[in-house]
């Protein structure tokens, strides 16, 4: 008869990788978005380490106070509405002639 080995299961950690300071603004904004909704709907919220630095109607005027107030520092602003506007990029089509069987 043949006997069966049991091995002792080993554990494996794999580290959790850090958030870069763009996706932590980001998630602190998704976090804040309910409270975010009853005092500033409707505007840009700039948000930096965490806390809401600035706000106004206008993201770039926004994006230069907030620049101009702390430095040229990674900030996360957002539009604070019920459902986040999709955004799109522009790209071109490159128009090539379609070719003439021989």
Known sequence: MSTTASQPAFEVSVPVPELSKGEYEYQ???RML???LKSHKGQYVAIHHGQVADSGPD???LIQRVHAKIGYVPIYVGM???KLPIERIPHYRQYQPAREPA
Do not use: G, S
């Open 28 to 30: 602190a904004f998704l």
């Open 80 to 82: 604070v509405a019920e």
């Open 34 to 36: 309910p409270e975010l």
């Open 59 to 61: 993201d770039i005027a």
